[in-house]
């Protein structure tokens, strides 16, 4: 029964992420959404059965490093055309997976940002940005943090009939394999990293 155990705790915590981002999109002001967000994932990190965080690190949780919430990391941003490109990513457990870029966003006084599409069963947008903290002291995730992951519910909505996408990189989480080093997680590829700082959303872990 362990694994079917372990994929009944998988289907609650993703039910649980696609739930917090409905109320997420549906709160007053994105600085309360966020508020919400960091509550609820602190909540799952901590206590959920299928939380990425060891043992050890359970036992003097305080909260994920997440920093202050600031707008000017808000942006609706229109899904400019790019040349076609892929990239796959080997996982232990689902094989090869494949995705493919849909376009671009250009993020105002940042840079550019490849959009993938995941091209296997599922389907689903992602967004994954490595900037210019990644693994320093202080900054960020060294592997890069994920902005948008449809598929797994990370969605801050979008405007289909005007081909805008919402980045708000105050929602920037760490991938679960920052966590626990068994996971396997496709990380930002090289369109997908900014030569800024982004000091906003989920930063490094702490030891």
Known sequence: MSGARTALEVADWRRRVFALYDAVRAAASPEDAHELWRIERDELMLRHPATP?????????EGLPVAPYDARWRFE???LDAE??????????DGVVPFERIGVVEV????????????????????PVRDASAGRPGGTYGGGRYVLDTVKGADLGSDASRGTLVLDFNFAYNPSCAYDPAWACPLAPPGNVLPVTVPVGELSPRP
């Open 84 to 93: 076609p490109a892929e990239f796959e990513f080997a996982t232990g457990t």
């Open 53 to 61: 965080l060891l043992p050890e690190a359970r036992v003097l949780f």
């Open 108 to 127: 105002p006084d940042a840079g550019r940002l490849d959009v993938w599409r995941l091209r296997s069963y599922g389907g689903g947008v992602f967004v």
């Open 77 to 79: 941003l229109p899904l």
